[in-house]
């Protein structure tokens, strides 16, 4: 039984201390809403931060002295104790001189906004806090600079008689590079060096670049881009054609009114028969060799092909002759049809 109850008060004790003293190393927030931002913060006489143009902080509990004060203003002071709920405070800080809720005479609002939150503003290369700030100042020319990460720095001069509003627009410093190919996988070169295959997109910084897509088969792709923004390239390449003529034998041609036209075609066109030239001296449309491309009449024996499977025919009159011919890439063919007996 006595061992029982020294359990107990020792468990009773050992409550005792842990529950305060989890509670002390516990936090409350502490938030100051200011119509000033810049201001200086102060919890029990050390520096805690400044307004922005609120201020949040996390303490223990406690009691503390709180100061908020600026430049060309009156300072803001009182106490408060931390306990178990956040505690917030309002602070409208008061220009030195003037009726509260009144400008000072000589003296104006210079406000800067952005487009990038927490851009950094500098007033005559003097850092006054993050965008959007507004600032008191005399009347005169101040020079503003606003900054951030990943963009181009921001500058104006300008001259406040008045409230003045300045409306910084920052740039990306790195623009976006898309290039897309009509073939599948094409190597993409951004001045002369490779980046990868299509479709790729890089961050490039603004200027003019050279953008090269090449691949096998394909006549290479080449532009020049302004960058100013994110910029796309849609790259189109085209097959490298092949060269193919067609030469039809002078002993397969008729020698008789005809021999000296070599007729070729039935459209009043003529073919020689080194198949270079087409004339016009067609007098016997019986003896007219046409000539057929995968299908399609062809008005010359000389011509550019892609590489690949393609069917070549001739025909005169009833008489057709025609075979498939695979073109490979960078050659150029001479088809020289050859006709002979066969004795059964």
């Known amino acids: 039984?006595?061992?029982?109850?020294?359990?107990?008060?020792?468990?009773?004790?050992?409550?005792?201390?842990?529950?305060?003293?989890?509670?002390?190393?516990?936090?409350?927030?502490?938030?100051?809403?200011?119509?000033?931002?810049?201001?200086?913060?102060?919890?029990n006489d050390d520096l805690a931060g400044y307004t922005r143009p609120n201020f949040t902080a996390q303490l223990r509990p406690g009691t503390y002295r709180v100061r908020v004060q600026?430049?060309?203003?009156?300072?803001?002071?009182?106490?408060?104790?931390?306990s178990f709920r956040a505690v917030h405070?309002?602070?409208?800080?008061?220009?030195?001189?003037?009726?509260?809720?009144?400008?000072p005479q000589g003296r104006f609002n210079l406000t800067v906004t952005t487009n990038v939150a927490g851009a950094r503003v500098y007033v005559?290369?003097?850092?006054?806090?993050?965008?959007?700030?507004?600032?008191?100042?005399?009347?005169?020319?101040?020079?503003?600079?606003?900054?951030?990460?990943?963009?181009?720095?921001?500058n104006v001069s300008v001259n406040v008689t008045g409230n003045t509003v300045v409306d910084a627009?920052?740039?990306?410093?790195?623009?976006?590079l898309t290039v897309n190919s009509s073939v599948a996988k094409a190597r993409v070169y951004v001045n002369n060096s490779s980046v990868g295959t299509a479709p790729i997109t890089r961050q490039v910084k603004r200027?003019?670049?050279?953008?090269?897509?090449?691949?096998?088969?394909?006549?290479?792709?080449?532009?020049?881009?302004?960058?100013?923004?994110?910029?796309?390239?849609?790259a189109v390449l085209e097959a490298n054609l092949v060269s193919v003529r067609i030469v039809?034998?002078?002993?397969?041609?008729?020698?008789?009114d005809n021999r000296d036209g070599n007729n070729w075609d039935g459209n009043g066109t003529n073919w020689d028969g080194n198949g270079s030239n087409w004339e016009s001296n067609n007098r016997n449309?019986?003896?007219?060799?046409?000539?057929?491309?995968?299908?399609?009449?062809?008005?010359?024996?000389?011509?550019?092909?892609?590489?690949?499977?393609?069917?070549?025919?001739?025909?005169?009159?009833?008489?057709?002759?025609?075979?498939?011919?695979?073109?490979?890439?960078?050659?150029s063919y001479v088809l020289e049809p050859v006709f002979s007996w066969n004795v059964r």
């Not at 600026?70 to 931390?82: A, G």
């Not at 405070?89 to 400008?103: D, H, K």
């Not at 953008?211 to 960058?227: C, E, H, I, M, N």
């Open 124 to 154: 005559n290369n003097a850092s006054v806090g993050t965008a959007p700030i507004t600032r008191q100042v005399d009347r005169g020319t101040y020079t503003v600079r606003v900054t951030a990460s990943g963009y181009q720095d921001y």
């Open 70 to 82: 600026m430049e060309h203003y009156k300072t803001f002071e009182n106490v408060i104790k931390i």
């Open 207 to 234: 200027g003019t670049y050279t953008v090269r897509v090449t691949a096998p088969g394909y006549q290479d792709y080449q532009v020049s881009v302004t960058v100013t923004g994110n910029t796309v390239v849609n």
């Open 285 to 331: 449309s019986r003896y007219q060799i046409r000539l057929y491309v995968d299908g399609q009449f062809s008005d010359t024996s000389s011509f550019s092909i892609a590489p690949g499977k393609h069917n070549i025919r001739i025909s005169s009159g009833s008489f057709s002759f025609d075979a498939d011919f695979n073109f490979l890439q960078g050659r």
């Open 1 to 43: 039984m006595k061992k029982t109850i020294m359990t107990c008060l020792l468990l009773t004790a050992l409550l005792a201390t842990s529950v305060p003293a989890a509670f002390a190393q516990s936090t409350r927030e502490f938030s100051i809403e200011c119509n000033v931002s810049g201001a200086a913060v102060y919890l």
């Open 89 to 103: 405070l309002s602070v409208n800080l008061v220009s030195e001189g003037a009726v509260q809720g009144q400008q």
């Open 248 to 256: 039809i034998p002078d002993g397969f041609l008729d020698d008789g």
């Open 169 to 176: 627009v920052l740039e990306a410093t790195f623009q976006r």
